[in-house]
C-alpha cells in the first residue's frame, strides 16, 4: 500500500529554519514525481517545490532562494528544507505523489496519493 508520512513541522520565530521530511512506502522515489503543498487558513492548497522521479526540482515563486527540495532515495525520502522564513510561510505542509510522469504538476488536483500533513508555524 503506497503511503505518505510527513513530519517536521513546528513553531519557529521568523528568520529560523526548518526542515520536513516525507517518508514513503509502497513505492520508490524513482517511480513518481513527489510535491510538496501547503494550505494556510482560508486559503487554497498551494504548490511549494517538486523533484521529478528524474531528479529535476521545482519552485513556487514564493519559496525560491529560501527552500531546497531534495532525496534520499535509499531511505525513501523527501526533504524541505526551510531557511529564512516568514510568518506567510505558516500552513500545513503535505507532501504528495504523481506517477508516472516524469515532471513537476505543482497542481493538488493531479495528485495521486496523499499524506497527512505537518503544521509549521512562523511567529515570534
Known amino acids: 500500500q503506497l503511503q505518505l508520512v510527513e513530519s517536521g513541522g513546528g513553531l519557529v520565530q521568523p528568520g529560523g529554519s526548518l526542515r520536513l521530511s516525507c517518508v514513503v512506502s509502497g513505492f520508490t522515489l524513482t517511480s513518481y514525481s513527489i510535491h510538496w503543498f501547503r494550505q494556510a487558513p482560508g486559503k487554497e492548497r498551494e504548490g511549494v517545490s517538486c523533484i521529478t522521479r528524474g531528479g529535476s526540482t521545482k519552485y513556487a515563486d514564493s519559496v525560491k532562494g529560501r527552500f531546497t527540495i531534495s532525496r534520499d532515495n535509499a531511505k525513501n525520502t523527501v526533504y524541505l528544507q526551510m531557511n529564512s522564513l516568514k510568518p506567510e510561510d505558516t500552513a500545513v505542509y503535505y507532501c504528495?505523489?504523481?506517477?508516472?510522469?516524469?515532471?513537476?504538476?505543482?497542481?493538488?488536483?493531479?495528485?495521486?496519493?496523499w499524506g497527512k500533513g505537518t503544521l509549521v508555524t512562523v511567529s515570534s
Open positions: 504528495a505523489a504523481i506517477g508516472p510522469q516524469n515532471m513537476c504538476v505543482m497542481t493538488p488536483g493531479n495528485m495521486d496519493y
